[in-house]
């Protein structure tokens, strides 16, 4: 039967774990899901990611400078902080 396949109706399935919401589902085996069928809807509904670089900061809050209190140190108010007598 050279050039000839022969179909035996079986389908290869694998058990995957959603990489969402940690659930367990099957899949065609090699299949390239990797969301359960409810958390694949949700993210098809969210925009899609920006992956230009430089974009992605980490927010950063006013310098202590900025904020008008002093130098950026905590007053100690008189407390002598090496002698406290904790460990280092």
């Given at each position: 039967?050279?050039?000839?396949?022969?179909?035996?109706?079986?389908?290869?399935?694998?058990?995957k774990?959603?990489?969402?919401?940690?659930?367990?589902?099957l899949?065609?085996?090699?299949?390239?899901?990797?969301?359960?069928?409810?958390?694949a809807?949700?993210?098809?509904?969210?925009?899609?990611?920006?992956?230009?670089?430089?974009r992605?900061?980490?927010?950063?809050?006013?310098?202590?400078?900025?904020?008008?209190?002093?130098?950026?140190?905590?007053?100690?108010?008189?407390?002598d902080?090496d002698?406290?007598?904790?460990?280092?």
């Open positions: 039967m050279k050039g000839k396949s022969i179909s035996t109706g079986k389908v290869s399935l694998e058990l774990y959603c990489e969402r919401c940690g659930g367990l589902w899949r065609p085996r090699g299949g390239p899901e990797i969301y359960c069928m409810n958390c809807r949700a993210m098809a509904e969210l925009p899609p990611a920006s992956h230009e670089e430089g992605a900061r980490v927010p950063r809050g006013p310098k202590w400078e900025e904020n008008g209190k002093g130098t950026g140190h905590m007053e100690t108010s008189g407390i902080m002698a406290t007598g904790g460990v280092a």
